[in-house]
């Protein structure tokens, strides 16, 4: 996005209301003219985890999915309170409803992760280019708390996201959302007013 490299993850958390599935609708908040999407790869957790290290850290991912971190950019940035921004009912479409395993995709690296608004690609980056692969993003997360069977760690959207383009192209009523990755499939949701 333009920023500096980061040292560690920015962690924030998102609410179990969040989450929809395929061909469920984002809801736009009355509350946010700035709504944007943001196409990730998701590690779904497999057992609980806490405090594993790096080198055990697959042994503990049930599999991949696909999200959709949808954020509220001018309230995200406005006080720099991301958690605000990124919890609105809706914003994290996330599906195929069945991981696909880590046997068949291993650490997650070398995929393809595109993001479509109106069959337009916005967002089409690798998750090679992760800063944090995913067996970093599994001990870091796990040693800050327990994670649990069904948790899900978003690893990092690539370039390409609405708010940073120009001219910037933000979620609208009638829109729809497409994020697709290799080997893991693809989710799309309409998106209306609220």
Not at 96 to 114: H, I, K, M, Q, Y
Not at 127 to 146: E, G, K, N, Q, R
Request: net charge negative; with cysteine.
């Amino acid at each position: 996005m333009g920023g500096d490299e980061v040292a560690i993850p920015t962690i924030f958390g998102k609410f179990a209301a969040t989450v929809i599935g395929d061909g469920d609708a984002i809801v736009l908040p009355p509350e946010s003219s700035h709504v944007d999407a943001e196409a990730e790869l998701a590690v779904v957790i497999g057992k609980p985890a806490r405090r594993v290290s790096r080198e055990r850290a697959l042994s503990f991912v049930a599999g991949y999915t696909c999200a959709n971190d949808v954020s509220a950019r001018d309230i995200q940035y406005g006080d720099g309170q991301w958690f605000r921004g990124k919890n609105f009912a809706t914003f994290c479409p996330v599906g195929p409803d069945e991981p696909v395993p880590v046997s068949e995709l291993g650490d997650g690296s070398g995929l393809r992760v595109v993001q479509k608004l109106n069959g337009a690609v916005l967002q089409d980056g690798n998750t090679a280019d992760l800063i944090f692969d995913v067996p970093y993003l599994v001990a870091f997360a796990s040693a800050l708390f327990t994670l649990e069977p069904g948790d899900l760690i978003l690893t990092g959207t690539p370039a390409g996201v609405g708010v940073f383009r120009d001219p910037k192209r933000l979620l609208q009523p009638g829109d729809t959302v497409t994020i697709q990755i290799d080997g893991v499939g693809e989710i799309t949701n309409p998106v209306i007013a609220g």
